[in-house]
């Protein structure tokens, strides 16, 4: 059994969903075994039972929140040679992919020896308590059964 680690940090609840309607997808793909958890809250010991792990951020101020930032610093101090990695945000306005660049960079500096997934995924907030159209949450759905199908080959 494939397992990842679904992990996000929401202000008003846009990346929340988004990580929902990622794992909603992971759920279509047999054998995967995909673990939703806040950021904040998120237990670093147990990451290495993890195949894959998503990062999911808010775009604040162009890039990543602060949180995102720490989690992925934190990471980098664990040994997750071999583990793949993906990147998801939430934006508003025209910042499409903003801060899902600067946290895949971030990744790829801080994690040594870990596989970027790719692409990334941004998903547009109609306002800062959403809504997120039906259109961009299938995107998210997508998304999330094209990772656990990457990972799980």
């Known amino acids: 059994m494939v397992k990842i680690l679904v992990a996000y940090e929401s202000k008003y609840g846009n990346t929340k969903l988004v990580a929902e309607k990622i794992m909603e997808g992971m759920k279509k793909v047999k054998g995967v075994e995909p673990v939703l958890g806040e950021i904040k809250q998120g237990d670093l010991s147990k990451v290495l039972e993890y195949d894959a792990i998503l990062i999911g951020s808010p775009n604040h101020i162009g890039g990543p929140t602060r949180g995102a930032k720490k989690f992925v ?43 970027l997934l790719t692409p990334s995924l941004s998903v547009r907030a ?25 990972v799980k080959t």
Do not use: C, H, N
Request: charged share 35%; glycine share 12%; no cysteine.
């Open 73 to 115: 610093d934190d990471l980098g101090r664990l040994s997750l040679k071999g583990k793949s990695l993906a990147a998801f945000d939430t934006y508003l306005g025209r910042d499409f992919k903003k801060a899902v660049k600067k946290l895949e960079k971030t990744i790829v500096e801080k994690i040594p020896g870990s596989k």
């Open 126 to 150: 109609g306002g800062m308590r959403g809504p997120v159209s039906d259109e961009d949450l299938s995107k998210a759905v997508d998304f999330g059964k094209r990772v656990a199908t990457q």
